[in-house]
């Protein structure tokens, strides 16, 4: 997928589940998208790069990867921007949210085993 259909699709999430967002006090229009390098390789590759959205409030920071129909691979690397995230900004974040328009339950029961919040409009 090239940058502009990621900003796309990103974008169309956002706009699908804004009433939801708006519930947990996440207004879309202060996410901010964000580009990250992955420098040394520690995370990914060396070089790696990546875009996702980053809410910040209060100065607490929330990383939120946003996909139509996210499966465990998305949970896998909202995880590793986290990580990428930390590394890059030497800085924790406070939270990570998994946004999809659908979703089985399986992906559900995996992002919050491991401490993902999950915000959708549907599930499969």
Do not use: P, W
Request: glycine letters at 2%; hydrophobic letters at 35%; proline letters at 0%.
């Amino acid at each position: 997928m090239v940058y502009k259909d990621i900003v796309d699709e990103q974008d169309s999430v956002l706009r699908h589940l804004e009433e939801e967002l708006m519930k947990k006090n996440i207004n879309i229009n202060d996410i901010k998208r964000v580009r990250l390098v992955d420098k040394e390789g520690k995370i990914y590759f060396k070089d790696y790069e990546d875009i996702f959205l980053i809410f910040t409030k209060n100065d607490k920071i929330k990383i939120i990867e946003a996909d139509f129909h996210a499966e465990n691979e998305h949970v896998f690397f909202l995880l590793k921007h986290g990580e990428i995230y930390q590394d890059q900004f030497n800085r924790e974040y406070d939270e990570l949210i998994l946004l999809s328009y659908e979703i089985n339950q399986e992906t559900i029961n995996q992002a919050k085993s491991q401490g993902v919040k999950v915000i959708y409009k549907k599930k499969l």
